[in-house]
């Protein structure tokens, strides 16, 4: 079983900046695209950014566009998010999931459905 454990979470100031890792286990992490998507208290789940399996390409939702930023570390099966100019909109539980489509190089899912892994989930607290 493939798990995904989240940390980097914490209380930060609006202008400030945070990095989230995602730790995975198992020995397939390289094949599958990961995201991010967060969850604030009376909102849907929404999707935040995608990372192909490659590392290659990388895809974001408009909110976050150029403050955040997804990377991965293949050979560490670990995926970040690095949070700059954060904003107290960007207040939320903070989760990482692996994709269902393995080697999938084609359009970015933002559903959470099309995810089949996540993560506990981390705490993101911005204030004003």
């Known amino acids: 079983q493939v798990q995904l454990v989240e940390s980097g979470g914490g209380l930060v100031q609006a202008g400030g900046s945070l990095r989230l890792s995602c730790a995975a286990s198992?020995?397939?992490?390289?094949?599958?695209?990961m995201g991010w998507f967060r969850q604030a208290p009376g909102k849907e789940r929404e999707f935040v950014a995608a990372?192909?399996?490659?590392?290659?390409?990388?895809y974001y939702a408009d909110s976050v566009k150029g403050r955040f930023t997804i990377s991965r570390d293949n050979a560490k099966n670990t995926v970040y998010l690095q949070m700059n100019s954060l904003k107290p909109e960007d207040t939320a539980v903070y989760y990482c999931?692996?994709?269902?489509?393995?080697?999938?190089?084609?359009?970015?899912?933002?559903?959470?459905?099309?995810?089949?892994?996540w993560g506990q989930g981390t705490q993101v607290t911005v204030s004003s």
């Open positions: 990372i192909r399996w490659s590392g290659d390409s990388t």
């Open positions: 999931a692996r994709d269902r489509r393995a080697f999938y190089s084609g359009t970015y899912y933002t559903a959470d459905t099309l995810y089949d892994v």
């Open positions: 198992g020995r397939t992490f390289s094949r599958y695209n």
